[in-house]
T-cell receptor, first 110, second 114 residues
């Protein structure tokens, strides 16, 4: 099992560009989420999903969109990137008491 | 809003010394508390999970305690090794089960000197 996979690992965008961060899991977990990690701060929740077709906002949703058409995939879209979105992005799944994190995508917006 | 604080932000110890990492949270209405390890450029690995009804959990050289009423948890790592060098994060879950939204501290970066 691959667990939680994220692509790309690194990305550089110019201000105003759009892109999609991919997240996939092969554990058949209903719950998936996106966090961002910034220096000196804890991970902060962006969006989450409790199952296919259901998404909701977390603590810092502005500037990000998500959709969940399948159990396996939970892409995060940046419609118009801003320098404030420079961060490391983590996707996670959960079942029971366990949470599983992907390796992260390091995004730089210039 | 739950606030999670970890002190110290960084710690450097010689090999063999015991490590004590602290985590505090403002809202005691939690479902569980987890300690994660993060290596540079990597994702998070769960180390220990303590349910709100428990006082401590142990795994090998790691021991985590929880005092929910005072909003504190401590992670002890016995006989530290250079391989323990990493950032340690604590995170709390809200009161309801099946609510997996975590509130994280900023982490303690540990360096164990050989």
């Amino acid at each position: 099992n691959a667990g939680v996979t994220q692509t790309p690992k690194f990305q550089v965008l110019k201000t105003g560009q759009s892109m999609t961060l991919q997240c996939a899991q092969d554990m058949n977990h209903e719950y998936m989420s996106w966090y961002r990690q910034d220096p000196g701060m804890g991970l902060r929740l962006i969006h989450y999903s409790v199952g296919a077709g259901i998404t909701d906002q977390g603590e810092v949703p502005n500037g990000y969109n998500v959709s969940r058409s399948t159990t396996e995939d939970f892409p995060l879209r940046l419609l118009s990137a801003a320098p404030s979105q420079t961060s490391v992005y983590f996707c996670a799944t959960a079942r029971g008491n366990e949470q599983y994190f992907g390796p992260g995508t390091r995004l730089t917006v210039t | 809003k739950q606030e999670v604080t970890q002190i110290p932000a960084a710690l450097s110890v010689p090999e063999g010394e015991n490590l004590v990492l602290n985590c505090s949270f403002t809202d005691s209405a939690i479902y569980n508390l987890q300690w994660f390890r993060q290596d540079p450029g990597k994702g998070l690995t769960s180390l220990l999970l303590i349910q709100s009804s428990q006082r401590e959990q142990t795994s090998g050289r790691l021991n985590a305690s929880l005092d929910k009423s005072s909003g504190r948890s401590t992670l002890y790592i016995a006989a530290s090794q250079p391989g323990d060098s990493a950032t340690y994060l604590c995170a709390v879950s809200p009161r309801r089960s099946n609510d997996y939204k975590l509130s994280f501290g900023a982490g303690t970066t540990v360096t164990v000197r050989a």
